[in-house]
């Protein structure tokens, strides 16, 4: 049994998958989790397979040095860098499916879901070689990522009930 990093406020109400070793690169696939944060499921989904057609972008926020501007992520609240990474879109709406479908075994209610937790680690790197002119041979690293996610059913909030008499004030003198 492996140990997520996050464990849920309500077990019973929540369920979990993660991914180990994923082949996709770690920077691109954490801005993509970045993006989906404290987002429903059913919403998430919808964007994830947009960024698949290329209707909607990734905004990069932290690993964006060199990143070419686009509209579409200017419309997500960013400073208008951003990318569609179709591995890392990959892996995370297959975690999400997988998630969902634990959820329907829970008998969760699949509509009130949504990412209360979403992860993504650095992974150890594989190491391949490049050939270089004069003899020379450098590294040709991968950046492969863990990633783990929470879907938790919305609560719904229980109502006040609005006091209908208000009890008597007391005054100093007759205390």
Known sequence: MVKYSNEPE?????????????????????????????????????????????KQAIPFTRFCRGVGRTAQAKNRHSNGQGRWPVKSVKFILDLLKNAESNA?????????????????NQAQKQRRRTYRAHGRINPYMSHPCHIELVLSEKEESVKKEPETQLAPRKTKASS
């Open 10 to 54: 309500n077990p019973t109400k929540s369920c979990k998958a993660r991914g180990s070793d994923l082949r996709a690169h770690f920077k691109n696939t954490r801005e993509t989790a970045h993006a989906l944060r404290k987002m429903p499921l059913n919403k998430a989904k919808s964007y994830l397979e947009d960024v698949l057609a290329h």
């Open 104 to 120: 329907e075994v829970k008998g969760l209610d699949v509509d009130s879901l949504y990412i209360t937790h979403i992860q993504v």
